[in-house]
């Protein structure tokens, strides 16, 4: 069993807090994502459950043993860096070998040898084995780079952005492959990444993080259907959410955006206070467009096409209400052409938070 | 334009060499020739004579004039002992304060940098009597162990400046990596950090031998017979009864100089890392 969890924990930096009264248990076995944007305290938390950094207040625990103090070379984690840190004076076998070469450890070299030859057979980079490490290139070095956590047992795998230096046809390939390593070894991954599709291409479960606070931890699903904050529900959207401020005035929501006067929404949601403002969002691919207006129109007005912007697979139409600019997400080419005015509807989820967008309030 | 350059670059090489050229020539030279108008640059007559005297000088006049060993090997050894240590312990001692300097959080950091850096800031002239006055109380004065420690303590700025500066260039992930691979920091220091620092070391080391190769107020006035090191010997020797003899400091000057250049030649590659250490980076 080996299980990651943080009680509590801040981390500070002189006078800025990086990681704020942090709580999650991780358990064997899974693969869990931390996703947030940069500088929201990623790094950091993965640094803290290595070791490498000792957090001002709060517990780390490693399969139920308070670590919190504890040196990373007794903490027996395996910590991929984003820069891969390859040992530049040393070969690609060499380094491969230096986590199984440690005092700690008194591996026989003949076993190191051939835990060195299986890792690189597992990740097929049997033929660099002899190379000088600054010859290879990102895809190759980012192997390596596993390797070196790989060749070992450790309790968990941290990874902080593995993927992030690689070129988009290689990461997807690179995340299949890992995905396929966590199975195959079935030990538990911490991976760490600020790419919401890499998070849910790999995740069991998710933690989003936003200004070194954690805003929901789910399942990928969970996250996707059921976001607890207007950033959440922000950051895993692309194109990006649509959402506004509105405000209930006696039964009917009117718009509260500059440049939207007099635009009332077609909202069902009557639980809502009256003369309260609310953020009103949905995802791009919740929005649909026809040409005659229905009882379920969004709103009492047409809406113009601004902007067509075809993807190959899907493409993006953004609307104008009045001031308002909306994405529709749909897939095909395009449907509609610059100019023409066509009446929206929702067509499934929306998400109504309150004013500051920090909760999600049920409707 | 390329013949331009060309001609400038030779002329600028030859400004330099030039010295050097009339040193090492000089030292072949005898006594007239080396005053002779027009002054004589390759047809001269070459003697080894300088090189004899440097190391076996004439005691006594006349009929009694006899060659017997001269001072300059004994100074030679007490330079090399002294600028080996020396540079060994600043270089040593430079490598770790400059690391720990990089990487951790050390209380009044920049004023003990500042302070580090200010040993360097009064000339030797100043200092070099109250340090002489110390020397005798102490009973370092013309002593090897005296001589190593003001060097170290002199080159250590210099090195610890250095050194910070070449460790600031290695991420400290390296470290890290090392650390979660099962080391300790000193282990990680040793194993990762320190080889990828060895042209900076490397670097470092030949400027703090040549300052202590070099030195010259310092070992006049605080050293005697036992530990006289190569230059106050030769400058001592400028002036003799029978006036200055210019072959003489010549040939002892070239043997000076040689363990510098060869040195400096073998670890060329090194030192122009070193000194472009993070200014042009690959």
Redesign the interface.
Known sequence: MSSLEFKNVTKRFKNVTAIDRINFRIEHGEFVVMLGPTGAGKTTTL?VA???YHPEEGEVYLDDHPVTHV???L?????V?Q?Y?L???MTVEENLA??LK????NIDEEKIDETVKRVAKLLHIEHLLHRTTERLSGGEQQRVALG?ALVRKPRIF?MDEPLSNLDAKLREEMRTELKRIHREIGETFFFVTHDYVEAFSMADRIIILNHGKIEQIGTPDEIYTNPSSLFVANFVSSPPLNYFTIKKESGVFVVDEEGCESLTCNIKADTLQDGKRYIFSFRPENLASSLKKSDDTLFDVPAEVYVVEDLGTYSVITFKVNGLLLRQKHLGPPSAKIGEKLWLKLDGNFFIFDETGKKRVRE | MKIFLTILIILIVAIYIFPLFWMVSSSFKTRVEIFSMPPKFFNFEVTFKNFRRVFYKIAGWGKFAKEVPSEFPRALLNSSIITILSTLLAVTLGTLSGYAFSRFEIPGKSDLLFFILSTRMLPAMVIVVPVFIMYKTLGLFNTYLGMVILYTVFNLSFSVWMMKGFMDEI?K??E?????????RFQAFR??IL??TYAGIAATAVFCGIMAWNEYVFALILTSEETKTVPPTIAGNVLKTTGVNWGEVAAASLIFLAPVLIFTFLVRKHLLRGVTFGTIKG
């Open positions: 640094k290595a070791g490498i040196h990373p070379a903490r027996d984690v395996a910590f860096f820069n840190i040992y530049p004076n230096f986590p440690s005092r700690l450890r070196r941290l | 991420p992930e390296y890290e990596a090392a650390m979660c691979d099962g080391y300790t194993k990762i080889p990828q």
